[in-house]
């Protein structure tokens, strides 16, 4: 308990999966968090769950694909909170169906890219202008990114997080500013739950059960949350520039 005490964080797509459950156990953790989504009804009652637990808690409607927007969010915390210790960018959407490299679309590609990529990279400006020594990124990013399994447009987007990642760490290494990356595999989240399974590719599906474990143990929200708590902690002070594979083995 207190892993977080003092601590304020920014937490985005905290509307529900590893989002809503980062910001709950950051607050049970004794941290301040500011959470960020584009939908503001579930992201409410995220915040209503925090406070009725006797968490701190800011909301804050959030399109991060929109750079204005992102500036909003970390200077509502700074103003509110006076600092900013954590950010966590864990929001993200997939494209419909696994397409692979030769059957993808313009279309997939600017809708994912212009959030899980640019959207990151937009809070990371933001925050890392206002950011003090021992803060803390963590973006979340995917197997996908790290080995390549998944749409194509998804995984070009996670490779690129888990890239800016390493990039973040070197650059802000002298100021003591971390960055690491969590590569979970799959995730029982509502967003992969509602993946329309007959649109799915079948010559994507059929490759990926090939190089990775299919059945092996989905990892839940909470696994995630786990992760991104160490790392965001003063625990792990000495790790950066890393991403961390989270996927009970299905890559092994």
Not at 84 to 107: C, H, Q, S, W, Y
Not at 143 to 155: K, M, N, Q
Not at 178 to 198: D, H, W, Y
Request: aromatic share 4%.
């Amino acid at each position: 308990m207190n892993r977080l005490e003092g601590k304020v964080a920014v937490i985005t797509g905290a509307n529900s999966g590893v989002g809503a459950e980062t910001a709950k156990l950051f607050a049970s953790e004794g941290a301040t968090v500011v959470i960020s989504a584009r939908r503001l009804e579930p992201l409410n009652a995220v915040a209503e769950e925090i406070k009725n637990a006797g968490g701190t808690v800011e909301v804050v409607k959030t399109d991060i694909s929109d750079n204005e927007s992102c500036k909003e969010l970390i200077n509502t915390a700074v103003e509110k909170f006076g600092k900013l210790d954590i950010l966590v960018n864990n929001a993200g959407v997939l494209e419909e169906g696994l397409k692979p490299i030769d059957r993808f679309t313009d279309e997939d590609y600017d809708f994912v890219t212009s959030i899980n990529e640019k959207g990151t990279m937009n809070c990371i400006r933001a925050a890392t202008n206002v950011m003090g020594e021992w803060a803390s990124i963590v973006n979340v990013a995917s197997i996908a990114g790290a080995f390549g399994c998944g749409g194509a447009v998804y995984v070009a987007s996670k490779a690129a997080i888990i890239g800016i990642t390493k990039h973040t760490a070197m650059r802000f290494a002298d100021a003591h500013i971390r960055c690491n990356a969590v590569c979970p595999g799959t995730i029982l989240t509502p967003m992969v739950a509602g993946m329309n399974q007959s649109n799915m590719d079948i010559d994507m599906i059929t490759q990926m059960s090939k190089h990775t474990n299919i059945r092996a143990t989905p990892c839940t929200p909470r696994d995630v949350a786990n992760v991104i708590l160490f790392l965001a902690s003063d625990e792990a002070k000495p790790i950066t520039g890393q991403a961390i594979v989270t996927d009970y083995g299905s890559t092994v």
